[in-house]
């Protein structure tokens, strides 16, 4: 294998990345050049003043301009931009592999990439999709909106809530299916815009699972999740658990230690996947000695951007605003490097996805000495453990708050020394996470036939 042709929506230059699986890529990227010694070219679209071409030690980056300027890779979900985006990409991925050895595998990643795999499976090309993420599990979780009053009020979704509280909870992933199969034609219905977008999302993700050689699913927990939601993926797929950071930045906090203080940390796009509405709802119901212990950063741009999910993101943004912490710092969005640095500061990073692939932050996390508190969804599953990492159940979305603020309340009366002892833990337990397993397993995958 001299060559690999990889496909993903968004590839930032690797000072740039600053989401979850943008950093995946451009760690995991340079580690399959070293590990396999071939060229990888990498075809992304481009976003704001990304260069159109970037080159690193066995790579090569060719970003395609969509049809409309886009600032931020968020765009991209907008329904005015996301089909006819995609629709660039696709077009310059057929050229791409047209002009490449046969024998040239694809690394497709992301559902965005659906019809790409489709057409270059017909073309007889070895093509390995990486779900990083399934519109799938999304939507069960958007039908879930109206089972709690925290999300009905964070989301303000008529048109979701009405769908899920007509729909029987054990009929959901069934008519998630069906949904994915209508995709193709349902997306053009007389539909809110936002459901218009879901269906074409979901119809991209039927195209990458139902029709790629092989599938890399992102953690074992995920995988099971993909299987049951589409069984067709069952036989077709492996697993795998990205890497950690191999150095780290000098330790950064927005204020000086004092006494008795307890330096949290949330890292995220603030969407409605990650749960920072119950996240703001468990500190509020913190007693008010606890709560005055607590020093919260968040970083990820709550209350701003751009996207589907801005106005969840500035509703939850006044719900923190309302707690009235002392020490609460909206740090907006960071650089790479930074939010490592203010893991590396920070005493816990508190991680309540409703549903999570994998949580790349975690194993950054972890690498830092950070202690973690997460919900039970699977990427947490997979790699946070006990003591230094506690997992809430989250099935019962009534209970998530509460049984987050019983948590934190653990947490914060828990000596310091103890806390030491686990955060020390905790970077044994991210160092056994590299970036060159990670690529081995897609290695493996991408020349398997």
């Not at 991925?93 to 002009?99: D, E, F, G, R, T």
Request: with cysteine; aromatic share 8%.
């Amino acid at each position: 294998m001299n060559s690999v042709l990889t496909i993903a929506p968004n590839f930032p230059s690797l000072k740039a990345s600053r989401d979850g699986q943008a950093n995946y890529l451009t760690a995991a990227v340079p580690a399959l050049a070293k590990l396999s010694g071939a060229n990888v070219t990498v075809l992304a679209l481009r976003f704001g003043d990304q260069p159109e071409t970037e080159t690193g030690p066995g790579w090569t980056v060719r970003r395609v301009d969509p049809p409309k300027p886009m600032d931020s890779v968020f765009d991209l979900y907008l329904p005015k931009h996301l089909r006819r985006s995609i629709e660039s990409l696709h077009n310059a991925a057929v050229i791409q592999s047209k002009s490449m050895d046969p024998d040239t595998p694809v690394w497709a990643h992301g559902y965005e990439t659906g019809t790409i795999v489709e057409a270059l499976v017909k073309q007889g090309r070895h093509v390995v999709a990486v779900p990083h993420y399934l519109v799938g599990v999304e939507t069960l979780h958007d039908l879930a909106l109206g089972d709690d009053a925290i999300r009905r009020d964070s989301f303000n979704s008529p048109w979701a809530t009405a769908l899920g509280q007509l729909t029987p909870k054990a009929a959901r992933p069934m008519g998630v299916r069906w949904a994915s199969r209508l995709g193709s034609i349902a997306r053009f219905g007389v539909w809110p815009s936002a459901i218009k977008t879901q269906f074409s999302k979901l119809d991209l993700e039927r195209r990458m699972v139902s029709n790629a050689s092989h599938l890399v699913a992102v953690g074992p927990s995920f995988e099971a999740e993909m299987h049951s939601l589409y069984p067709c993926t069952v036989g077709r797929s492996r697993e795998v658990i990205a890497g950690g950071p191999t150095e780290l930045p000098a330790a950064k906090w927005p204020w000086r230690r004092k006494p008795g203080s307890f330096r949290i940390a949330m890292v995220g796009r603030p969407t409605g996947q990650k749960g920072w509405d119950y996240a703001a709802e468990a500190i509020a119901r913190l007693e008010g000695p606890e709560q005055d212990r607590v020093e919260l950063s968040v970083i990820g741009g709550l209350g701003t951007g751009s996207g589907p999910y801005s106005d969840y993101s500035q509703r939850v943004s006044a719900q923190f605003d309302a707690i009235g912490l002392n020490r609460f710092a909206n740090l907006g969005e960071l650089s790479h490097e930074d939010t490592l640095a203010h893991l590396v500061g920070a005493d816990l990073l508190l991680f309540p996805s409703v549903f999570e692939p994998l949580g790349l932050v975690l194993i950054e996390a972890m690498t830092a000495g950070c202690c973690v508190l997460a919900s039970d969804a699977a990427g947490p599953s997979d790699v946070v453990s006990h003591p230094w990492g506690r997992r809430v159940p989250f099935a019962d979305p009534t209970q998530r708050a509460e049984r987050l603020t019983e948590a934190l309340q653990s947490f914060l009366h828990t000596d310091m020394s103890v806390l030491a002892q686990w955060s020390t833990a905790a970077r044994v337990a991210g160092a056994r996470h590299t970036w060159a397993q990670c690529a081995a397993v897609h290695l493996d995958a991408l020349r398997a036939r």
